[in-house]
């Protein structure tokens, strides 16, 4: 399996730091993809995936809120981010049958390689010139 260069413009944040690009490894086994992304912390319902053209996408919605009380003073903060990262897969792969775990903090996709597609003979065809 072809390793994906990695471009360093892939993870830019636009103009806030709210967007992440979560870390993954992706690698073949079994006669299917498989993707392992770091998604610490996240509540499985607020992951979206989706698998088309042979692109995998991920997006997730973040939101911690702390509060300290202290003796004189009173501090509540919230934090809230977007994790949102599209990788081309390096085959070829059926989208239908992706399925996706969540465990720990760690996001495993799992998809089926598409067969090979038959190479069709070629014909020759003998073209007739009328004059």
Known sequence: MPLIP????????????LTKSPKMDIYEKDNKVIAEIEL??????????EVKDSVLRVEAKTEKASEEKKK????KELSRGYIKRAIPLPVEVVNEKAEADYEDGMLKVSVPKAEEKKKEKTKKVKINVKK
């Open 40 to 49: 610490p912390g996240i509540d499985p319902k607020n992951i979206d995936v």
């Open 6 to 17: 990695y471009h360093p413009f892939w993870d830019f944040e636009e103009e806030t730091s």
């Open 72 to 75: 004189g003073y009173y501090r």
